[in-house]
């Protein structure tokens, strides 16, 4: 069977982290991180938008945690324009966008008021990560986002999150979204880290049962991703925006990596603790995984990964997104380490199985090495069924979250997850 090492290198992912951090250090601007453009120059006809900067004031953190020079000080301005900038002083919460300048009082100027669950869940993966990389004010930030998590995003009946709120939190929207559940569960886990308070493993563990063990298990093991405010399904939701970035049309197989991944972190935290990993997680995650394989890569006959696909695994949207290349190696790397028997999972005698997890593995690190990899650390986000640079649903170079997170798990346990793991793993050092 092939190792690991030789279907995806640690010296090429260290040597593309490095390069991606150095790009992602010129997104820095006077009230948090932009939007950054092909050239690395930031993009000033957007603003600065709250999920961007939550994602590269966590990545910064973790740079710091590797000891990377100049890290610490990148992930302290990020907390403290998620305190000056982006937190509401009047209602609570975090506003989506703001300016590239601070108002005359000192506190950022929204741009757009309204508040997300997607973006909330990202305060909390940056303050946790910061707050474990002992950055000055992240646990006080962590402090003030879990408790806003309680009083308004958490939906107790339900057991999983709203989807979005005016300014004053007085109006929720109708819609909610398994996206944003996905990230608010990768955040709970984050937290957990970072506090140790159970509560939030445990209330991503019971997301993680609802989406996977039931929701996809019934579906195929493909995802469902719209709902309505009563938690039934919408499967024609926008129907006519099958590109949208955060609610595409169909099923999403970078999402369904995505959950596989978490649902195997969360099983491992169980029993770092002490508690029994349920039974479904490994069956489940290896189902997902093999499911997304298929119905995302080369679907509809090259190579790279479709974007969405219908309940038949019919291809919808084939532009392929870095990003789920990225999860789809991430969730590939946390697969074989589940399967090998660590962290407290049992040993699968599959030998076949695994040698063609980690030959896709290669398979795909050599296509995003020739297609979407431009230059060390900087990444096309978005190529056309042809397999060229294309800015239908991502222009620009904004992101370095799932680049950064997918070249960390080959080399981290499966609990905790990155920013404790890192400090306690000393990798890379």
Same mark, same amino acid.
């Given at each position: 069977?092939?190792?690991?090492?030789?279907?995806?290198?640690t010296?090429?992912?260290?040597?593309?982290?490095?390069?991606?951090?150095?790009?992602a250090?010129?997104?820095?601007v006077?009230?948090?991180?932009?939007?950054?453009?092909?050239?690395?120059?930031?993009?000033?006809?957007r /603003?600065?938008?709250l999920? @961007?900067t939550c994602?590269?004031?966590?990545?910064f953190?973790?740079?710091?945690?590797?000891?990377?020079?100049?890290a610490r000080k990148?992930?302290?301005?990020?907390?403290?324009?998620?305190e000056?900038?982006f937190?509401?002083p009047?209602?609570?919460?975090? $506003?989506?966008? @703001?300016?590239?300048?601070?108002g005359t009082?000192? &506190?950022?100027v /929204?741009?757009?008021?309204g508040k997300?669950?997607?973006a909330?869940?990202?305060?909390?993966?940056?303050a946790?990560?910061?707050? *474990?990389?002992? *950055?000055?004010g992240?646990?006080?930030l962590?402090?003030?986002?879990?408790?806003?998590?309680?009083?308004?995003w958490?939906e107790s009946?339900?057991?999983?999150?709203?989807?979005?709120f005016?300014r004053? $939190?007085?109006? /929720?929207e109708?819609?909610?979204?398994v996206?944003?559940n996905m =990230?608010t569960?990768?955040?709970?886990?984050a937290a957990f880290?970072?506090?140790?308070?159970?509560?939030?493993?445990? &209330?991503?563990?019971?997301?993680?049962?609802?989406?996977?063990?039931q929701?996809?298990?019934s579906?195929?093991?493909?995802?469902?991703?719209h709902?309505?405010?009563?938690?039934?399904?919408? !499967?024609?939701?926008n @129907?006519?925006? !099958?590109?949208? #970035?955060f609610? #595409?049309?169909?099923?999403?197989?970078?999402h369904a990596?995505?959950?596989?991944?978490?649902?195997? =972190?969360?099983?491992?935290?169980?029993h770092? *603790?002490?508690?029994?990993i /349920?039974?479904w997680?490994? !069956?489940?995650?290896r189902?997902l995984?093999?499911?997304?394989?298929?119905?995302?890569?080369?679907?509809d006959?090259?190579?790279?990964?479709v974007?969405t696909?219908?309940?038949?695994?019919? #291809?919808?949207?084939?532009?392929?997104?870095?990003?789920?290349?990225?999860?789809?190696l991430?969730?590939?790397?946390?697969?074989?380490r589940?399967?090998?028997?660590?962290?407290?999972?049992?040993?699968?005698?599959d030998?076949?199985?695994?040698?063609?997890?980690?030959?896709?593995?290669?398979?795909?690190?050599a296509w995003?090495?020739?297609?979407l990899?431009e230059? %060390?650390?900087?990444?096309?986000?978005?190529?056309?069924?042809?397999?060229?640079?294309?800015?239908?649903?991502? %222009?620009?170079? #904004?992101d370095?979250?799932?680049?950064a997170?997918?070249?960390?798990?080959p080399?981290?346990?499966?609990a905790p997850?990155?920013?404790r793991?890192v400090?306690?793993?000393? *990798?890379?050092?």
């Amino acid at each position: 069977m092939t190792r690991l090492d030789d279907a995806f290198p640690t010296a090429e992912r260290q040597k593309d982290f490095r390069a991606l951090v150095d790009f992602a250090a010129q997104s820095r601007v006077e009230t948090g991180f932009g939007y950054l453009l092909s050239n690395g120059v930031v993009d000033d006809k957007r /603003p600065v938008e709250l999920w @961007i900067t939550c994602r590269m004031t966590h990545v910064f953190s973790l740079a710091h945690l590797l000891g990377f020079d100049g890290a610490r000080k990148l992930a302290a301005h990020g907390v403290h324009c998620l305190e000056r900038g982006f937190e509401d002083p009047r209602y609570g919460g975090w $506003f989506s966008a @703001i300016e590239h300048s601070f108002g005359t009082d000192g &506190r950022g100027v /929204p741009v757009d008021d309204g508040k997300a669950a997607y973006a909330h869940a990202f305060v909390i993966l940056a303050a946790s990560s910061a707050s *474990i990389a002992d *950055i000055a004010g992240a646990r006080e930030l962590l402090d003030r986002a879990l408790a806003n998590q309680e009083e308004y995003w958490w939906e107790s009946e339900a057991g999983k999150v709203r989807e979005s709120f005016d300014r004053a $939190f007085s109006h /929720p929207e109708d819609y909610r979204g398994v996206n944003a559940n996905m =990230h608010t569960t990768e955040a709970y886990l984050a937290a957990f880290d970072a506090t140790d308070d159970i509560t939030w493993l445990e &209330r991503a563990l019971g997301i993680l049962t609802w989406v996977i063990d039931q929701q996809a298990r019934s579906m195929g093991w493909r995802v469902p991703e719209h709902f309505d405010a009563q938690w039934n399904v919408l !499967p024609n939701y926008n @129907i006519d925006k !099958p590109k949208d #970035p955060f609610r #595409p049309y169909g099923f999403t197989p970078g999402h369904a990596f995505e959950w596989a991944r978490l649902a195997i =972190h969360a099983g491992a935290q169980l029993h770092r *603790i002490g508690r029994n990993i /349920p039974e479904w997680i490994q !069956p489940a995650a290896r189902a997902l995984v093999a499911q997304a394989a298929v119905d995302g890569w080369r679907a509809d006959g090259a190579d790279g990964f479709v974007y969405t696909v219908d309940s038949q695994g019919q #291809p919808i949207t084939g532009e392929r997104m870095h990003w789920v290349l990225c999860e789809a190696l991430g969730a590939a790397a946390t697969l074989a380490r589940m399967l090998a028997g660590k962290d407290g999972y049992e040993a699968v005698a599959d030998n076949a199985f695994r040698a063609q997890l980690e030959e896709s593995m290669g398979q795909w690190w050599a296509w995003a090495k020739e297609k979407l990899i431009e230059y %060390p650390g900087q990444w096309f986000h978005e190529l056309d069924t042809d397999n060229r640079p294309s800015t239908v649903t991502w %222009p620009g170079k #904004p992101d370095a979250y799932h680049i950064a997170q997918m070249h960390l798990l080959p080399d981290l346990p499966l609990a905790p997850t990155f920013a404790r793991a890192v400090r306690d793993g000393g *990798i890379w050092q």
